[in-house]
């Protein structure tokens, strides 16, 4: 086995062995869509890897920059017929040293918390526990309440600061390059959604909740769904709770959205306060797993 860089001409060899790796889904894996794009992708802020065997690619993993310290790892998948023999490892590995090499001090990728067998995986590469989220869904509205949209971003950074929210997830949100992959929120994120997005706000007094909208998008190749997403959520209390998720229900629908993805905290408070309001939830969470790039071996953590 040789770990090299992903080549346009792999395509069919990887869509062949990813084609039934989630077979909860109807749409089976994103992968084989994605995948031409990212052999294309080949830069100094990105590159993924291919797990080759007798001239075969087994495995393959991304490796992203969000910003000069932060990298994220994405599309970890191993040919079912070479799993438990350290491949998955081996890749991971790879796409450590690369960012290390790149300048990342830090290294995250998000696993289902279905994913009992890549939970394992990770872990035993050397990641470390991070945060838990899960995704909020309203349902696009137009006759939501008034909210100040784009006009107040350092308003809402500094009610993001001190909230709860930003506490249980390490202050980290949707990033606004990178589809999927989560990064840590600046005060220039928010001053830059603003003007390419909006930054929502749920005003009484002050700033009571508050929501970026990261991009509007469809969700994958060959959906024609459009997808409205916020990058995290946080609120004051249940009323503004309520008032938040109306006010993202009305956003969306003025995009002309037909579903919402927002990120909410995996916290007793923050998931039955959205219950409360009867906003649909994610049945599972989502876990983000974090590696300390500055290490001198990938060594499974204590």
């Known amino acids: 086995m040789r770990i090299r860089p992903a080549r346009k001409t792999d395509a069919a060899d990887i869509a062949t062995f990813t084609q039934d790796t989630w077979d909860r889904y109807e749409d089976g894996d994103y992968i084989s869509k ?23 690619p087994i495995g393959l993993v991304r490796s992203v920059l969000l910003s000069d310290h932060e990298a994220w790892f994405q599309g970890l998948r191993v040919d079912p017929a070479h799993r438990n023999k350290g491949v998955g490892e081996t890749l ?27 939970l394992g995986l990770t ?7 991070g945060v838990e989220f899960r995704w909020a869904h309203p349902e696009p509205d137009s006759t939501g309440v008034e909210t100040t949209a784009g006009t107040a971003p350092r308003r809402a950074w500094s009610f993001w600061q001190q909230s ?13 390059e990178v589809p999927w992959a989560l990064s840590e929120l ?10 390419t997005e909006t930054v929502l706000t749920v005003e009484r007094d002050r700033v009571v909740a508050m929501a970026p909208r990261t991009r509007v998008s469809d969700r994958g190749p060959g959906e ?13 209390d249940l009323a503004a709770a309520g008032d938040l998720m109306a006010a993202i229900a009305a956003d969306a629908a003025s995009v002309g959205a037909d579903k919402t993805r927002v990120l909410v905290p995996e916290t007793a408070r923050a998931v039955t306060d959205v219950a409360a309001h009867r906003v649909e939830l994610a049945e599972e969470p989502d876990f983000v797993v974090r590696v300390d790039l500055t290490r001198s071996n990938w060594d499974a953590a204590d």
């Open 224 to 236: 024609e769904t459009t997808w409205a997403e916020y990058g995290v959520a946080a609120w004051a």
């Open 92 to 118: 991971i590995h790879a796409a450590f040293d690369w960012a290390k090499s790149a300048g990342a001090t830090v290294g995250r990728a998000m696993v289902f918390s279905w994913n009992v067998m890549g």
């Open 164 to 176: 709860g929210e930003r506490e249980a997830v390490g202050g980290l949100g949707l990033d606004s």
């Open 34 to 56: 994605i995948f031409p794009k990212w052999a294309a992708q080949s830069g100094p802020d990105q590159e993924t890897f291919v797990a080759e065997s007798d001239g075969t």
């Open 186 to 195: 600046t005060v220039s994120d928010f001053e830059a959604t603003a003007q």
């Open 123 to 129: 872990r035993a590469a050397g990641f470390e526990p």
